[in-house]
């Protein structure tokens, strides 16, 4: 009488992970860090916006890492891309700007974390699992930032100033910091010039900013530091 032998048992399959960011060495470092964990692989990269979704949609990751700023393109309308394409992928953020002035932003996006770049190499691992598991990923300071500020006044308002700016004002003015032009700014957005200029002076009313050369050299700032004034 034949026995059956009883059937190998496989291994979990790893969690596939995609980076998208504009600078290689950044890539390279989380690379490292993602694939000495076992049960992660990174599966593909990219350093912007349309190729991204190209590679997204070729190796179907189970989770993306998105840099805000990236090459040519913002991170927050990659974003948005993810959400309305693949509604069920998990989107954490990886960024150098300040967490209190994005997290909700990109939380409304369709993102399930945030992680700053000064925290990835000690903590990746962590943000990583939590939105692997379907939880939200914030920092212990910002997650109590949020709590206080959902008691105390509408998340559609901020007290922060770039907080008051709606998403296509910020896209904006991430744009002024690179240094483009109405026109360019307009083609990249697919909008006429003139709307550029009234976002541009939104932008100025909501940042108390007096004329287009306060303007300029805050949104240089902001791109460099990722600090308010």
């Avoid at 309308?77 to 990886?94: E, F, N, Q």
């Avoid at 190499?121 to 709590?147: D, F, P, Q």
Wanted: net charge positive.
């Amino acid at each position: 009488m034949k026995t059956s032998r009883p059937l190998p048992r496989q291994s979990p399959k790893p969690t596939r992970v995609v980076l998208v960011d504009d600078h290689p060495m950044v890539r390279e470092r989380l690379t490292e860090v993602i694939q000495s964990e076992p049960g992660y692989i990174v599966c593909g990269e990219a350093e912007d916006r349309l190729p991204a979704l190209d590679v997204i949609a070729a190796t179907r990751p189970d989770i993306v890492l998105v840099d805000l700023v990236l090459r040519d393109s913002n991170g927050l309308d990659l974003i948005k891309d993810i959400h309305a394409r693949w509604p069920g992928l998990r989107v954490l953020v990886i960024s150098m700007h300040d967490e209190n002035v994005h997290a909700e932003r990109i939380l409304r996006a369709g993102a399930r974390g945030y992680i700053t770049k000064q925290e990835a190499t000690r903590s990746i691992m962590s943000a990583l699992e939590t939105v692997r598991k379907g939880e939200v990923y914030l920092s212990e300071k910002l997650a109590m930032n949020i709590a206080r500020q959902t008691t105390t006044r509408s998340r559609a308002k901020s007290s922060l100033p770039m907080g008051q700016l709606s998403d296509r004002e910020f896209q904006v003015f991430q744009f002024i910091g690179q240094g483009r032009t109405r026109r360019e700014i307009a083609a990249e957005l697919n909008l006429e010039p003139h709307t550029i200029e009234t976002y541009r002076s939104r932008i100025k009313e909501k940042l108390n900013l007096k004329n287009s050369r306060e303007l300029l050299q805050h949104a240089i700032q902001w791109n460099q530091f990722g600090k308010a004034r």
